[in-house]
Nanobody, 123 residues
Framework: QVQLVESGGGLVQAGASLRLSCAVS????????MGWFRQAPGKERAFVAA????????YYADSVKGRFTISRDNAKNTVYLQMNSLKFEDTAVYYC????????????????WGQGTQVTVSS
């Protein structure tokens, strides 16, 4: 059974940092590309960042470029999202997702999803 479990969310002030983690089990993590998406209240789920199976390629939404960093530790079957200089508009439920090999901006190309972790940024 494939499981993706996010952690690290919370309530922070604008300008603060958070690091999200997503632990993966039940699939070959080292052959999986990983993505982070977020969904704010009343909005559709949106792409945040992705990383390919080796970590050699990363992709970011324009809104987070330069502030967020995606990384992975294949020995720990875990993907991370370091979020710096958080803004009020970063408030959302953050989801990690997995697909085979290559990262993608499109949520419908991912076949496994976590339950999400809430990130709330106060202004």
């Amino acid at each position: 059974q494939v499981q993706l479990v996010e952690s690290g969310g919370g309530l922070v002030q604008a300008g603060a940092s958070l690091r999200l983690s997503c632990a993966v089990s039940g699939r070959t993590f080292s052959r999986s590309a990983m993505g982070w998406f977020r969904q704010a209240p009343g909005k559709e789920r949106a792409f945040v960042a992705a990383i390919n199976w080796s970590g050699g390629s990363t992709y970011y939404a324009d809104s987070v470029k330069g502030r967020f960093t995606i990384s992975r530790d294949n020995a720990k079957n875990t993907v991370y999202l370091q979020m710096n200089s958080l803004k009020f508009e970063d408030t959302a439920v953050y989801y990690c997702a997995a697909r085979y090999l290559s990262g993608s901006y499109a949520s419908d190309e991912y076949d496994s999803w976590g339950q999400g972790t809430q990130v709330t940024v106060s202004s």
